[in-house]
């Protein structure tokens, strides 16, 4: 099978490493020509709780002739647009595509696009060292999967499931993305932005009570906004992603950090712009937008 993964940022090398090492003929899609000739020395590494080194072909532009059986986006949900518009060549050619970003902003992109779509919430723990192909994998969890929109003659999750070499994952096939979206809505809302305030790994805000305390009152005001009544189920969720990727630092804290753009629309500017249309008040969230929007590039 044939793989394009478009961004070499934590989550597509990790998944780039992933399906080359399950056999598949992988190809990363970078930004920078620079970034491409470090793949292609180096291979892509990975450290921490997995740890292996694999060959990995890189490009930095899409050779006309060229086709895929599928087309991992891995890049942030700000620059979907962006890549659709500059990958566009493969729409016509019958590629699976699958996107893996945090947040919800960028699903109304994806109507355009001809063929099948497949959705994915990763809830590993990734942190990409800069200027060099090594993702130290810092929290293991699932890697859930659910169909946007298949144009296959059936769209039975077991038939479908063939169609991901993703078998040395913890792969979770879910029946509707909207939920499995929203569940890591609310994860991301909880975790990325306090983490980023606080400059603290995930793990800290659930063994600080005050920082516990703090990240209850926003994933109260997301699950009023979203109109959830599983309030003990999603807490233990949240936590539990806490748990797993307690060592890892949340992207967004990653971001603040190297001074680049971060995802706050996509995550928590969703959340208050729901609130705001349906009069549900988010106080805290706002709070937390308005502190970290200034610091965004
Ligand atoms: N890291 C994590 O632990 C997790 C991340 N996620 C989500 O996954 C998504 C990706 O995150 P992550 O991997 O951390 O982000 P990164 O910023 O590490 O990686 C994104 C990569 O995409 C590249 N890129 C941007 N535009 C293009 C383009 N037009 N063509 C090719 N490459 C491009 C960037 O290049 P450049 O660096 O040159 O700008 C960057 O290397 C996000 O939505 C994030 O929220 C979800 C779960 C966990
Ligand atoms: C799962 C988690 C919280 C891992 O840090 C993440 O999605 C992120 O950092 O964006």
Redesign the pocket.
């Known amino acids: 099978m044939k793989i394009a993964i ?9 998944l780039a490493a992933s399906c080359q090492k399950a056999g598949q003929s992988v190809t990363v ?4 020509e620079a ?1 491409a000739s470090v793949i292609n020395k180096e291979g892509i590494t990975l450290t921490g709780r997995m740890s292996n080194i694999t060959p990995v072909e890189a490009k930095h532009e899409l050779n006309e002739n060229e086709t895929f059986d599928l087309v991992i986006v ?4 700000y ?1 979907v647009s ?2 659709l518009k ?1 990958f566009k060549l493969l729409w016509q050619k019958g590629c699976s595509w699958l996107f ?4 919800m902003d960028h699903l109304e992109e994806l109507t355009a696009i001809p063929s099948s779509v497949y959705l994915g ?8 060292h800069d200027h060099r192909a090594v993702v130290d994998v ?2 293991i969890g699932q890697l859930k999967m659910a169909v946007y929109r298949n144009k296959q003659v059936s769209s039975s999750n077991k038939e479908v499931e063939t169609l991901f070499p993703f078998s040395n994952l913890n792969v979770v096939w879910m029946d509707g993305y909207q939920k499995m979206l929203e569940d ?1 809505l609310v994860v ?1 809302v909880c975790i ?1 932005p306090l983490t980023a305030i606080l400059q603290v790994k995930n793990g800290e805000l659930r063994t600080n009570p005050i920082y516990q305390k703090e990240m209850h009152a926003y994933f109260i005001e997301v699950m009023n906004v979203l109109e959830r009544g599983d309030m003990e189920q999603m807490w233990e969720y949240v936590l539990s992603v806490c748990l797993k ?1 307690a060592a ?1 630092e ?3 804290l ?2 603040l950090k190297r001074g ?1 753009k971060l ?1 706050l629309d ?2 928590v500017g969703y959340v208050l712009k729901r609130g705001h249309e349906k009069r549900i008040g988010t106080p805290k969230l706002t709070n937390a937008y308005e502190q970290l929007v200034g610091s965004s590039v």
């Open positions: 478009i961004g070499a940022g934590a989550v597509g090398l990790f899609f970078t930004r920078t970034s891995a890049v942030k949900s620059h962006n890549v500059q893996v970003q945090n947040g919430v990763m809830e590993y723990g990734l942190y990409k810092r929290g890591k991301n990325n990727t890892n949340s992207s967004m990653v971001d680049r995802e996509a995550i």
